[in-house]
């Protein structure tokens, strides 16, 4: 078995640094799938494919809730190598500042039969989606 936890110290972010830049193998003895139809597996659901970035901002509009750090928390503990891209851009208040935020990725490899079941829990989930919009849009 792999271990793909990084223990961070002192609340630092984590980065592809912590992993030598290197994707760690990720099997199903590695990980744990959120329940389908929690806002866990929605933000799990975003990363996919692996190497796609997700910020708050983008997880706020499709999903309404801006708790996307905790969320990534309780993902990381169930095993996901998810890292940090902090970044920096101007906003547009009147005050001219820079604002900081993060961008989340699913850093990792799969085994084959991993990427079997993430491919599965993709299905479910956008079916799941799919279907609570129905509800909504038939209310």
């Known amino acids: 078995m792999i271990n793909s936890k990084v223990i961070r110290d002192n609340g630092r972010h984590i980065t592809r640094a912590d992993y030598n830049d290197t994707k760690p193998l990720l099997d199903s003895g590695n990980v744990k799938f959120p329940r389908i139809g929690t806002v866990e597996s929605r933000a799990l659901r975003r990363l996919f494919p692996a190497g796609v970035m997700m910020s708050h ?3 706020d509009f499709a999903s309404h809730s801006y708790r996307l ?4 928390d ?3 503990a169930k095993g996901w190598t998810i890292v940090n891209h902090d970044e920096a851009a101007l ?3 009147f005050v001219n500042r820079t604002a900081i935020f993060t961008n989340y990725e699913l850093f990792a ?3 084959p039969e991993l990427a079997e ?6 299905k479910v989930v956008d079916e799941f989606e799919a279907m609570a919009a129905a509800k909504k ?3």
Not at 69 to 72: A, D, E, K, P, Q
Not at 117 to 122: G, N, T
């Open 57 to 59: 901002r983008g997880f």
């Open 69 to 72: 750090g905790s969320f990534i």
């Open 74 to 76: 309780c993902l990381r």
């Open 91 to 93: 906003t547009n208040d």
């Open 109 to 111: 490899e799969f085994t």
């Open 117 to 122: 079941r993430i491919k599965e829990f993709c």
């Open 137 to 139: 849009v038939a209310a």
